[in-house]
């Protein structure tokens, strides 16, 4: 890992390792390979929460390296739920969350990053706590959510990257603005395949209750 921290490229004038390098781009290929629903997309995750882990902390940047450590237990979890979940011909099957889903991830967002907020005021830990949080809660709901194969996933990640973006910038970190950047327009187009994969799985889902009932 040393060897990755030490060593990388130079891009006007801009030096990047080659662990954050292929980091980014590990968390880039994620929400392509999401969008098609296959299980690679969890050990490319977990590939890319180890080296930006390890970017982090040689940067000593406490919160977003504790951020990559709750990524990659939820990914282990969604590892776990997409290989019983799967179907023969369209992948991990995907639907729509319910009424009672959808106010329960709201609640969260807004309790998690109003108190998530208030520890990194209180640790003097971000120079812009609110939405310093609200990225870091809506990371955590995104990829809990897509674990269970919801739909609304998407639309979590796209708050996420509203957020981000005027974030980094503010915060001079331009490439990183950029990454979320086209993390909006990947997210966009995952979404919609997901919609259509989900109004197709949903009278496979209904006949089976039915017949099950």
Known sequence: ????????????GQR????????????????????YRTLWTWPVQVAATVLL???YVSAHL????????????ISIYGWWAWTRRRDP??????RRATLTEILVTIGVLIVGTAG?????????????????AAIFVGTVVAFALQGRG??????????VDAIGVPLQISSNL????????VFAGLVIWGWLSWIRDAKRNAPTRTVHKAVTT
């Open 16 to 35: 990047t390792s080659y662990a954050e390098l292929i980091g980014q781009i590990c968390a880039l290929a994620v929400v392509f390979l999401a969008k």
């Open 62 to 73: 406490g919160g977003l390296a504790s951020r990559q450590v709750v990524i990659l237990l």
């Open 53 to 55: 882990f390890s970017v």
């Open 174 to 181: 331009w490439f990183s603005a950029l990454v979320y950047t």
């Open 150 to 159: 919801l739909v609304e996933f998407w639309l979590v990640w796209l708050v």
């Open 116 to 132: 998530m907020a208030w520890l990194l005021h209180a640790l003097n830990a971000s120079w812009d706590p609110i939405p310093d």
């Open 1 to 12: 890992m040393r060897f990755f921290l030490e060593h990388g490229i130079t891009v006007l």
């Open 89 to 94: 011909v369209f992948g991990v099957v995907v």
